[in-house]
């Protein structure tokens, strides 16, 4: 017990506080043998096989790009939780001893449920121990040249330790660069025919957010079947002209000039029409599709379509591998499509106006932090709700295979579900019995099966000459969906049957299904749509009987747990014509088994309506309560009766901020009237609405000391005045004298720099005496200075 009890501190801080222990112990340890080493020793020493725990990087990728952030997620399976958890990034192949072994950093999302462990900070953990069945964080990739990382998570449930080397709690990615390599030659034989099915997603209910209801459209598809030589888009590139044309304007013709130019690289040129509007039921009309071909060189398949109106959004696949590793060719790809940025357009909603990027960015996928504008913007970073789906499938090979792996009986149904039999060309050496019966169908459902017929092979006289298979397939659906039923067409679940016709004696009853896919040929569904059956209601009909409705619905099972009754009734519609007493049943009443009273302690009402957000702007939190239904005696219930979340309303108004004022600056006039001035700056500018910025500069007058009556402003005097300074002097000289006429002044200087970057400085500048004159008073001979505001910006 004490052990269990100290490998739950090691593996969450929280649970071992909650447990009384201390972590002083460890702390006193040795530098080489840190905390984090024995977090990791702790985890190792109990490994658990379970799968109703998992960790998962969002969109699961298989390296890392140096530096970029991913969302990693630790998971409960439903009905799974956990209490405590870890989590830390290694280098593959350290030990954790040192600083150096951990890679990346993590950021917390909600310091609610996450935060660093107090003795190991490259460790994440929980805030408080308590049921939870998902915790989710940031990690930043490290720089370039770190190599593979593991991912690993420990989870603590209860004294239950799970944690797993290899499986759903660790994660191993390895840096982009380093591990993608080159993709390599294709080893299939033959050719492979694939058809490659759009199912567009984009719709209101789904992306609410500002959908442009009147333009919503998918831009003609474009792409094809290619080699490794030739890149139609890729992430991290740079979009071609012809990328360029579909992105913003959705026209393919430059694109489709582009593959075509591309010759021996290119194979089929993909092409599929607009979809006006984005979204359709499928039983109004069909998804777009195309067939094209691939073979050993040109094995890789590339496609793009504009979501319309964008300002250079777009989805589709690039370069997908459609060759296998065992030499044989892919059956079907099914990938989910978020948007992506060409990186030649600058605007951030779908109705932005046109704003080129200059210089044009590299080709990257849309996140839901990318802008406040953008209608995929998310604060909390979720990730997108994909916006079409991309289903690729093969529907046929030809020539020679040489893949090393047998074909499974997927493979063969894919092989022979599009393509027509040819005639037998089995040869005349191999001697074989007669084909079986086909089998049933392995499908029920108007789902896709397949069935399978036999023969066996009695003789190959030439054992030189290979003789063919001995097992057929062919594609099939359940009984009512075969191909002579109009098998094309895709039918909804039987509605409930409807009431008898007749209310005595034998009736008909009937019900209906409708049509929820049309043949993509446009033909007629020729499977029913209704069907009746006889009923039978009050067998006696006879003047001393009575009649009755059909029973109703059974009741709710009167015990929650446990053993319990439950009824159903129906009502007497009319009494026996003799004045009889009426013998029918009117109620019926049977048993019902609910689970095991001791599994279920907690008996909860549901959830009542969020409360209002807590504030009236900005980010706030709601609350929703449930309450306990069930008897203490039951057990202890730990499940949450309270449930908080976060809630974003509008943003607050931000009034515009200001700093001190500065001190007031020195009088621009050595004499009579002048003006001082100060100067503030604008800390915070106004947001969403908030009050304007007042002034940022203020003046004054200011007064130093009388001027002397030498230094009168009276224009005649000042006339006076220099008239007698040119008749002394020799030269004419461009000295100011105006306000000064017993000297002779320098030019003003230059001003100087300002004492401050930003935030209001001061520059000044000066004039000063070059020569007096003998009937010059001395007091009125004295060096100006001036004084101006400068760099008011705010820092």
């Given at each position: 017990?004490?052990?269990?009890?100290?490998?739950?501190c090691?593996?969450?801080?929280?649970?071992?506080?909650?447990?009384?222990?201390t972590?002083?112990p460890?702390?006193?340890a040795?530098?080489?043998?840190?905390?984090?080493?024995r977090?990791l020793?702790?985890?190792?020493?109990?490994?658990?096989?379970?799968n109703?725990?998992?960790?998962?990087?969002e969109?699961?990728?298989?390296?890392?790009?140096?530096?970029?952030?991913y969302?990693?997620?630790?998971?409960?399976?439903?009905?799974?939780?956990?209490?405590?958890?870890?989590?830390?990034?290694?280098?593959?192949?350290?030990?954790?001893d040192?600083?150096?072994?951990?890679?990346?950093?993590?950021?917390?999302?909600?310091e609610?449920e996450?935060q660093?462990?107090t003795?190991?900070?490259?460790?994440?953990?929980e805030?408080?121990?308590?049921?939870?069945n998902?915790i989710?964080v940031?990690?930043?990739?490290?720089?370039?040249?770190?190599?593979?990382?593991?991912?690993?998570?420990?989870?603590?449930?209860k004294?239950?330790?799970?944690?797993?080397?290899?499986?759903?709690?660790?994660?191993q990615?390895?840096?982009?660069?380093a591990?993608?390599?080159?993709?390599?030659?294709?080893?299939?034989?033959?050719?492979a025919?694939?058809?490659?099915?759009?199912?567009?997603?984009?719709?209101?209910?789904?992306?609410?957010?500002?959908?442009?209801?009147?333009?919503?459209?998918?831009?003609?598809?474009?792409?094809?079947?290619?080699?490794?030589n030739?890149?139609?888009?890729?992430?991290?590139?740079?979009?071609?002209?012809?990328?360029?044309?579909?992105?913003?304007?959705?026209?393919p013709?430059?694109?489709?000039?582009?593959?075509r130019?591309?010759?021996?690289?290119?194979?089929?040129?993909?092409?599929?029409?607009?979809?006006?509007?984005?979204?359709?039921?499928?039983?109004?009309?069909a998804?777009p599709?195309?067939?094209?071909?691939?073979?050993?060189?040109r094995?890789?398949?590339?496609?793009?379509?504009?979501m319309?109106?964008s300002?250079?959004?777009?989805?589709g696949l690039?370069?997908?591998?459609?060759?296998?590793?065992?030499?044989g060719?892919?059956?079907?790809?099914?990938?989910?499509?978020?948007?992506?940025?060409?990186?030649?357009d600058?605007?951030?909603s779908?109705?932005s106006?046109?704003?080129?990027?200059?210089?044009?960015?590299?080709?990257r996928?849309l996140?839901?932090?990318?802008?406040?504008?953008?209608?995929?913007?998310?604060?909390?970073?979720?990730?997108?709700?994909?916006?079409?789906?991309?289903?690729?499938e093969?529907?046929?090979?030809?020539?020679?295979?040489?893949?090393?792996?047998?074909?499974?009986?997927?493979?063969?149904?894919?092989?022979?579900?599009q393509?027509?039999?040819?005639?037998?060309?089995?040869?005349?050496?191999c001697?074989?019995?007669n084909?079986?019966p086909?089998?049933?169908?392995?499908?029920a459902?108007?789902?896709?099966?397949?069935?399978m017929r036999?023969?066996?092979l009695?003789?190959?006289?030439?054992?030189?000459?290979?003789?063919?298979?001995?097992?057929?397939?062919?594609?099939?659906?359940?009984?009512?969906?075969?191909?002579?039923?109009?098998s094309?067409?895709?039918?909804?679940?039987?509605i409930?049957?409807?009431?008898?016709?007749?209310?005595?004696?034998?009736?008909i009853?009937?019900?209906?299904?409708?049509?929820?896919?049309?043949?993509?040929?446009?033909?007629?569904?020729?499977?029913?749509t209704?069907?009746?059956?006889?009923?039978?209601?009050?067998?006696e009909?006879?003047?001393?009987?009575?009649?009755?409705?059909?029973?109703?619905e059974?009741?709710?099972?009167?015990?929650?747990?446990?053993?319990?009754?439950k009824?159903?009734?129906?009502?007497?519609?009319?009494?026996?014509?003799?004045?009889?007493?009426?013998?029918a049943?009117?109620?019926e009443?049977?048993?019902?088994?609910?689970?095991?009273?001791h599994?279920?302690?907690?008996?909860?009402?549901?959830?009542?309506?969020?409360s209002?957000?807590?504030?009236?702007?900005?980010?706030?939190?709601r609350?929703?309560?449930?309450?306990?239904k069930?008897?203490?005696?039951?057990?202890?219930?730990?499940?949450?009766?309270?449930?908080?979340?976060?809630?974003?309303?509008?943003?607050?108004?931000i009034?515009?901020a200001?700093?001190?004022?500065?001190?007031?600056?020195?009088?621009?006039?050595?004499?009579?009237?002048?003006h001082?001035?100060?100067?503030r700056?604008?800390?915070?500018?106004?947001?969403?609405?908030?009050?304007?910025?007042?002034?940022?500069?203020?003046?004054?007058?200011?007064?130093v000391?009388?001027?002397?009556?030498?230094?009168?402003?009276s224009?005649?005097?000042?006339?006076?005045?220099?008239?007698?300074?040119?008749?002394?002097?020799?030269?004419?000289?461009?000295?100011?004298t105006?306000?000064?006429p017993?000297c002779?002044?320098?030019?003003?200087?230059?001003?100087?720099e300002?004492?401050?970057?930003?935030?209001?400085?001061?520059?000044?500048r000066?004039m000063?005496?070059k020569?007096?004159?003998?009937?010059?008073?001395?007091?009125?001979?004295?060096?100006?200075?001036?004084?101006?505001?400068?760099?008011?910006?705010?820092?």
């Amino acid at each position: 017990m004490g052990a269990v009890m100290l490998l739950l501190c090691f593996i969450s801080s929280a649970a071992c506080t909650s447990l009384g222990f201390t972590e002083e112990p460890f702390e006193r340890a040795g530098k080489a043998d840190g905390y984090c080493s024995r977090v990791l020793r702790a985890q190792s020493n109990r490994k658990e096989s379970n799968n109703e725990f998992r960790l998962r990087v969002e969109g699961d990728p298989d390296s890392y790009q140096p530096g970029s952030t991913y969302r990693v997620n630790v998971i409960a399976s439903s009905p799974s939780y956990f209490r405590g958890f870890t989590l830390i990034a290694l280098k593959e192949g350290a030990g954790g001893d040192k600083d150096d072994d951990y890679a990346g950093n993590f950021r917390i999302i909600d310091e609610d449920e996450t935060q660093f462990m107090t003795n190991c900070p490259h460790a994440v953990t929980e805030s408080t121990p308590r049921r939870r069945n998902n915790i989710q964080v940031f990690w930043t990739a490290p720089p370039t040249g770190s190599g593979c990382v593991l991912l690993k998570a420990s989870i603590v449930q209860k004294k239950i330790i799970f944690f797993q080397d290899e499986g759903p709690l660790t994660k191993q990615m390895c840096e982009k660069d380093a591990t993608d390599k080159p993709l390599l030659d294709c080893c299939a034989c033959g050719t492979a025919k694939y058809r490659v099915t759009f199912y567009g997603n984009w719709s209101e209910k789904i992306h609410p957010k500002d959908y442009p209801r009147r333009a919503n459209h998918w831009s003609a598809i474009i792409g094809a079947s290619h080699s490794k030589n030739y890149v139609l888009w890729e992430y991290g590139g740079s979009a071609s002209d012809g990328v360029k044309q579909v992105a913003e304007l959705g026209s393919p013709v430059k694109m489709e000039e582009e593959i075509r130019q591309k010759g021996d690289d290119v194979l089929t040129v993909i092409k599929m029409k607009a979809q006006w509007p984005a979204w359709q039921p499928l039983n109004v009309r069909a998804a777009p599709s195309a067939e094209f071909s691939v073979d050993r060189i040109r094995h890789l398949m590339s496609f793009l379509t504009m979501m319309g109106p964008s300002p250079d959004w777009n989805v589709g696949l690039s370069a997908e591998n459609l060759c296998t590793k065992e030499c044989g060719w892919v059956q079907k790809v099914v990938q989910d499509l978020i948007p992506w940025d060409a990186g030649t357009d600058s605007g951030v909603s779908y109705e932005s106006s046109n704003k080129p990027t200059v210089p044009q960015e590299k080709i990257r996928p849309l996140t839901s932090l990318d802008h406040p504008q953008s209608p995929f913007y998310d604060p909390e970073g979720g990730a997108i709700t994909p916006v079409a789906r991309v289903v690729v499938e093969r529907i046929a090979r030809k020539g020679e295979q040489c893949n090393i792996v047998p074909d499974n009986v997927d493979d063969i149904v894919a092989d022979i579900a599009q393509e027509e039999k040819e005639e037998d060309d089995t040869p005349e050496t191999c001697i074989y019995s007669n084909w079986s019966p086909w089998s049933a169908c392995s499908s029920a459902t108007c789902e896709k099966g397949k069935r399978m017929r036999q023969r066996m092979l009695k003789a190959q006289l030439d054992l030189s000459v290979p003789c063919p298979h001995t097992q057929d397939f062919e594609p099939c659906m359940g009984p009512g969906c075969s191909d002579e039923d109009g098998s094309t067409c895709m039918m909804s679940e039987w509605i409930t049957w409807s009431p008898c016709s007749m209310s005595c004696g034998a009736g008909i009853r009937s019900r209906e299904r409708y049509v929820k896919q049309f043949p993509e040929d446009g033909s007629l569904c020729t499977l029913p749509t209704e069907e009746t059956e006889n009923c039978v209601v009050n067998e006696e009909c006879s003047p001393s009987s009575c009649l009755v409705t059909e029973w109703g619905e059974w009741d709710a099972c009167s015990a929650t747990c446990g053993l319990g009754m439950k009824r159903r009734e129906r009502m007497v519609k009319m009494p026996p014509a003799d004045g009889s007493i009426c013998g029918a049943e009117v109620l019926e009443v049977e048993k019902c088994m609910m689970p095991e009273c001791h599994t279920i302690p907690c008996l909860l009402t549901p959830w009542s309506e969020w409360s209002d957000c807590s504030v009236t702007c900005g980010k706030g939190s709601r609350t929703r309560q449930r309450m306990l239904k069930s008897p203490l005696e039951l057990g202890e219930c730990t499940e949450d009766l309270e449930q908080v979340e976060k809630c974003m309303l509008p943003e607050c108004p931000i009034d515009c901020a200001m700093s001190d004022w500065t001190e007031w600056s020195e009088c621009n006039k050595s004499c009579g009237k002048g003006h001082t001035i100060r100067t503030r700056v604008v800390t915070m500018e106004p947001q969403f609405g908030g009050d304007p910025c007042p002034e940022t500069i203020q003046r004054k007058k200011c007064k130093v000391r009388k001027c002397s009556r030498g230094q009168g402003n009276s224009d005649d005097k000042k006339r006076r005045k220099e008239q007698r300074e040119k008749r002394r002097s020799k030269q004419v000289k461009t000295e100011v004298t105006s306000e000064h006429p017993g000297c002779k002044m320098r030019p003003w200087s230059s001003w100087t720099e300002c004492t401050k970057q930003c935030g209001g400085g001061i520059q000044e500048r000066l004039m000063t005496v070059k020569q007096k004159f003998k009937t010059t008073q001395l007091s009125s001979c004295k060096e100006r200075k001036e004084i101006r505001a400068c760099n008011v910006h705010p820092c």
